[in-house]
């Protein structure tokens, strides 16, 4: 049993369930909840202080596991409302933990590997979870148009997750977006904005626009909401360690774009950790990059604290983020946990993609073949142990970035008869 | 509490759980359990004939709840061994039963309206349910190929559940499919072959090669394999009933492309009836086809029981079947239950795709365009009451038919500056 408190000051009136407060990770100033992401004090990012001092463990678990099959199960441990389950969402997560037999064999892994497949997300992405997560806040905080700046799966899961609440919806991508991302984020039928210039315009269009009397009631999932959505990404480390018998990994391989995804799911497993909800022993969490993107793995590498910008250039569009947010926490997190940051150029990219597809059946985006291209590279430089139970996320579907592997094509051509079969070699 | 038995002659050696014999679905003839899929006597179609005479309901309804969260929680009605969910394979199944209330306000529906959303499958398909099925029949016969002919959607579905399974794969299509198409069937590394000829040509291939020695040891899920693979359709009829709390729904409305979706879900709604897991009480079925292939639609309206065959002109293309094999049958349950068939066209396929998704937050592929604008189309001619329960299916994903919806694209383009964004009246 682990009665504990994650000490809380501030106060606030919205019903955000276990959230007490927000919290700055720098200099750890505390406010009340609300639409604000950035310190007061120190311009620090805010995240989010929980009271979990109620829970007793074993009910816990039992209140999870009796739950529903997404991430409402988890509702004790994140900012949304304890009634959050019967409210219009796309209830996402609660997505697939594949034990991966045939992809070890060729990996030479003997510990045992999974695949935590995100593909199965109401909108085939992770993000469906974070959304969740800033939609509750935005109806929280009285919002009624649900925003975000994105060049891709964002984008989607805002249209489908206001279009299922209720809510307006206005999305701003650059204008010249390919066809297919632009169809896929707009029919949901909500606003989708292009704006003239490129991802950096799009994102400081965002900034000047919640400044603005313009943007009153707008609530913009990865700025203003931001504290909020990042909490989602502790779902995908409870959903893990459940699926494993509520057991920790040894080790994790996380994709790296803006680093939040890791920095949380770091935070969710500490917090299983001390509810006792799981045995504490050591794990290593390993980031993934591509090559044409890699800031954190090359600061890694280098020894550095911090992380110097660099123009993206990789397949691996839904990670390439140059300047990413929470590059110094990830290095942080890689060596505290003995894990390590690495990368693969976008040919290892397509290849791991294909070789996840052939072994398990798992078509990855591009993401998924950055972690499983990191995950060989790791096994091969000895840096990941074959020996240990290891997580591989894929965080979406290869459906979205079908051009990555458009050389994929057919291996015979015949006419439609026995003869031609037997001339191709099939028979 | 039920026991009761379908009555079984025929023996077999294999291993397929409750599954006892086949038998013609026209004249009665049994067989033992084999890869045949037509009767001896009189070419009928062969189905499974099960043993279910061992169980209690109580304790039939508690393995299934405490089942795994996929398809398999129902292998004690599945012609699959016991230990099926130990076996490497995609799990289908256990998909979203979405309370659609924003769009049964539209609709005008008062008595409850769910979307079953198969598009949460592994490969985003309800095509997973049917192989899966196929994938056991395969492994309890020998085969060690499984292929099938296909033209998309089962493509896909069967090079994954190899991958997994540790089958070669031979998938045939015509050689001419577009290219977004070829990769999605690809990607899995089986082989894929190009028939240069038409779908029809394809099948007539394939027919040839069961009788050849060349396809000695290939199970064609929807040939020799169909028997089995055909019985994955009536998990959607066990999932909606368990969904809705162990209740039969009052109406379903199911999309029409073989026809053989249709009966196996009226077969697996009478199996629940019949082992007492849910109350026995009418329930409707109604067919929904697209006009530009409308063969069972245009017999039901004309009082007909044969179906006349079309040569297919439409965008639900994973529908387009002009000579559907169970149109009969479909014809048959239509007319039983009190339901109905009705089509409607591709504008209207369109555009109910757009109002689910921007109702729901669900993005279907043609074929639930169809089923949403099938169910519209019935309300408002009265045919489908909108007081009662209903449920409509969606059978696959957006993502696989975005061309449907390629006309949908920006709502504005601005400069990035708040006077811009005030002249384009988003403020």
Known sequence: MAVQTIATSGTSAVDLGPAAALSC?????????????????????????YDFSAYDTEELR??????????????????????VAGKPNINPGWTKLVKADNLARELGVTGGLYVKDDSGNPTHSFKDRVVAQALEAARA???????????????????????????????????DLEQGKVVMAAVYGGELVGIEGNYDDV????SELIGDPAGE??????????PYYAEGSKTLAYEICEQLGWRLPDQIVV??????QLTKIDKGLRELIELGLVEDRPYKIFGAQAEGCSPVSTAYKAGHDVVRPQKPDTIAKSLAIGNPADGPYVLDIARRTGGAVEDVTDEQVVAAIKLLARTEGIFAETAGGVTVGVT??????????????TVVLNTGDGLKTLDAVAGTGLTATIRPNLDSFREAGLA
Chains 1, 2 share one sequence.
């Open 25 to 49: 990770r720098e200099c750890g100033h505390r406010v009340p909840l609300g639409p604000v992401f950035a310190c007061e004090e120190c311009f620090g990012p805010l995240e989010i202080a």
């Open 62 to 83: 039992k209140r999870i596991e009796d739950g529903p099959a997404n991430i409402w199960r988890y509702a004790p441990l994140l900012p949304v409302p304890a009634d």
């Open 141 to 175: 905080f009285g919002f009624t148009t649900l925003s975000c700046s994105s060049t891709g799966n964002l984008a989607g899961a805002v249209g489908a997750a206001a279009a299922r609440a209720g809510l307006r919806s206005c999305v701003f991508i650059p204008h």
């Open 203 to 206: 994102n400081r269009f965002c």
């Open 217 to 226: 009631g707008w609530g913009f999932v990865n700025v203003n909401l931001r």
């Open 255 to 260: 994709p790296i774009a803006s680093g939040s």
């Open 376 to 389: 060989r590279k790791l096994i091969e430089s000895g840096a990941l142990d074959p020996a240990k139970t």
